[in-house]
């Protein structure tokens, strides 16, 4: 991946970004024909439904919101229409709450449910700690499920601990994070069934505009687009510091968007899945000012897998190498992607090992159990596999080193024997000795 200076204002000195990692803009494939007079402008939040396999887009004006769905041709059909209220600008659905979806109003600050089946409104929360910033307020909107929250060390924003809901069963067992325009904040609710909420905190980000949020489950990562400077996607693990006061996501990294235009909306498929496999390689992005390309869908998002350890050892015929080969996978982000299943498999040299079942751990890294050489070659290798990874499989090369000679029994006695001469000789010879001093 090549890297360039990323510009625009920070909060902290210039950082370094990563080039987008997909294909180009003009590559990808453009979904706004689906709808064209419908996306004609004012597209704005998106986001990916990995459990239906839905795409999920809204407009800001009108107040509509679409399903989509793929196809079964290697794309996806419009699927429904739904209306909405007010000035829509983000989209997201909640696990606990799969029958509806959630909308964000941007100038009212209110969230809104509507019922999949039948479009019917289905709550709504005043967000009002947000502040009143009118066309420069809320413009995304993505869940985190408790389970994410424990592990990804999230703190509310006095930097208490906050691992899950406070609200049980009468909330949504999560917590939902807003994108802010003005400053870049993201603020977080934890919304109660009931139509209330409480306040979690706010949060500083990268850069002082914030318009889309999007969180992968399998790699434990938010994704936060800034509509500033170019247009630049912020990578955070959700973990924060204090920073004069308030307190700032960690930013692990920033990509550049492949796209100058007023780009508002980002969505993204899972790097893995549930059953520990690579995920589908996509994103989707929505273009507010575009009349075509409204919508954009990149299918060439590659996670790979590199060695991390354990290439190019020595040791003995029936020895186990010292380090175990590991490798490590990452999404096309550079995230380490957890929970992948990679198999170690001995290619040549014979030899045999253990644990060549292995799962990559939150580092992305995954190691075999151990590796012992064989003795029908000088050269052993061992290879690490995991379909659908860039770079797999990763092969790892052991050197067998001769084994010392063994001592034989022969030569035991001999040195023995000589050891017993040299002994009987030494006695005689100061037996003489004596008897010559006493002559004398």
Not at 240 to 269: C, H, W, Y
Request: charge should be negative.
């Amino acid at each position: 991946m090549r890297f360039l200076l990323a510009l625009g204002f920070l909060w902290g000195p210039l950082a370094l970004g990563a080039e987008w990692p997909g294909e180009t803009w003009a590559e990808s494939t453009d979904l706004t024909a689906l709808n064209p007079t419908g996306w004609a402008s004012n597209l704005s939040g998106a986001f990916w439904n990995p459990e239906t396999r839905r795409l999920w887009v809204c407009t800001n004006g009108p107040a509509k919101f679409w399903s989509l769905s793929e196809d079964g041709a290697g794309s996806f059909a419009l699927e429904r229409e739904y209306a909405g209220t007010g000035d829509l600008e983000g989209i997201t659905q909640i696990d606990a709450a799969s029958d509806r979806v959630f909308v964000i109003d941007e100038s009212a600050r209110i969230l809104r449910a509507y019922r999949i089946d039948t479009g019917a409104a289905a709550g709504s929360w005043t967000l009002s700690d947000i502040p009143d910033w009118g066309n420069s307020g809320p413009e995304g909107i993505a869940f985190v499920p408790d389970v994410w929250l424990g592990q990804s060390g999230f703190v509310d924003g006095s930097g208490v601990a906050y691992p899950q809901s406070v609200h049980g069963s009468a909330g949504f067992g999560g917590v939902l994070f807003v994108a802010i325009q003005t400053n870049g904040w993201v603020y977080a609710f934890d919304l109660r069934t009931d139509g209330t909420q409480t306040f979690v905190g706010r949060y500083l980000t990268s850069r002082t505009e914030s318009c889309e949020l999007a969180f992968d489950a399998s790699t434990r990562r938010m994704y936060i687009l800034h509509n500033t400077g170019g247009n630049w996607i912020e990578v955070t693990d959700l973990t924060s510091t204090l920073v004069g006061g308030d307190r700032k996501f960690t930013t692990m990294s920033e990509i550049q968007v492949p796209s100058e235009s007023n780009i508002e909306g980002f969505a993204l498929t899972p790097a893995a899945t549930v059953s520990g496999t690579p995920g589908d390689r996509w994103s989707f992005f929505t273009d507010d000012s575009a009349e075509s390309g409204a919508l954009r869908w990149f299918r060439e998002l590659p996670s790979n897998m590199t060695k991390h350890a354990g290439d190019n050892q020595t040791s003995r015929a029936g020895e186990a190498v010292s380090v175990p080969p590991a490798v490590v996978a990452r999404d096309a982000y550079g995230n380490p992607i957890p929970g992948l299943a990679i198999v170690f498999s001995i290619e040549s040299g014979g030899g045999s090992i253990t644990g060549g079942n292995a799962t990559s751990d939150a580092s992305g890294i995954a190691a075999v159990g151990s590796w012992t050489l064989g003795d029908s070659a000088s050269v052993n290798t061992l290879s690490a596999a995991c379909a659908g990874l860039s770079g797999s499989p990763q092969q790892f090369t052991a050197t067998v080193q001769p084994s010392m000679p063994a001592s034989t029994g022969v030569g035991s006695a001999a040195l023995v024997l000589l050891c017993l001469v040299a002994g009987f000789v030494r006695v005689q010879v100061t037996a003489t000795l004596d008897r010559v001093r006493r002559f004398h």
